[in-house]
């Protein structure tokens, strides 16, 4: 069964500084990741995708995700955090694999970044 | 273009009503997903539509959950004889095909159930 694990329930970072956000996931066929930002009171929002192509994914707003089979791991990055990047961040994974279906989701991290 | 929209945006409610919530998927999209979201908790998987059949309804929590989409397009998620512990932001999501690596599930903004 697929599941996602997100360590860290809330990371504080300084406006400048570099944002990681840390997804682990299991799955028992080759897996579809995904990062959603979720701004208060609005939906949840695409950054980026893993569908098996290159691993280093690029998405909006200058984050990237790196797609690392032998660990387990599609950690979040941005080399400078904006205060604008203040929000709830979800790691999912397909829950079938390359047939999207649903997705199953992490339980979140919320970054706030300071003056 | 417009985006998935879900009315009402707040529903209050009181234990043991029956309630409905609204999804309005944007045009063309033939997946349909309903999720619900606790607080701190990341959404969890209802129910799946692949145009007006659900494909997989393996997360709705009990029999008092149903969600229909008759013509294809519009859903709606009914439940009756609502419990405190259906308090909860269902959100509601839409992809082109629901297959594959290129399709994208777009979310709506979400309905902030509250069962006194």
């Known amino acids: 069964a697929q599941s996602v694990t997100q360590l860290g329930s809330h990371v504080s970072v300084s406006e400048g500084a570099l944002v990681l956000l840390r997804c682990n996931y299991s799955s028992s066929v080759p897996p579809y990741l995904f990062w959603y930002v979720q701004y208060p009171n609005q939906g949840l929002q695409l950054l980026l995708k893993y569908t098996s192509a290159a691993t280093l994914v690029k998405g909006i707003n200058g984050f990237e995700a790196e797609f690392k089979k032998s660990e387990t791991s599609f950690h979040l990055t941005k080399p400078s955090a904006h205060m604008s990047d203040a929000a709830e961040y979800f790691c999912a994974v397909s829950a079938y694999g390359g047939s999207q279906g649903n997705l199953i989701f992490g339980k979140g991290t919320k970054l706030s970044v300071k003056p | 273009g417009a985006g998935v929209s879900q009315t009402p945006s707040n529903k209050v409610t009181e234990k043991g009503k029956y309630v409905e919530l609204r999804c309005d998927p944007i045009?063309?999209?033939?997946?349909l997903y309903w999720y619900r979201q606790s607080l701190g908790q990341g959404p969890e998987f209802l129910i799946y539509?692949?145009?007006?059949?659900?494909?997989?309804d393996s997360g709705l929590p009990n029999d008092r959950f149903f969600a229909v989409r008759p013509e294809g397009s519009v859903s709606t998620l009914k439940i009756q004889r609502t419990e405190r512990g259906d308090s909860a932001v269902y959100l509601c999501?839409?992809?082109?095909?629901?297959?594959?690596?290129?399709?994208?599930?777009?979310f709506g903004p979400g309905t902030r159930l509250t069962v006194l």
């Open positions: 999501a839409s992809s082109l095909t629901g297959q594959g690596g290129t399709d994208t599930q777009y």
């Open positions: 045009s063309g999209h033939t997946a």
């Open positions: 539509f692949q145009g007006t059949g659900a494909a997989d």
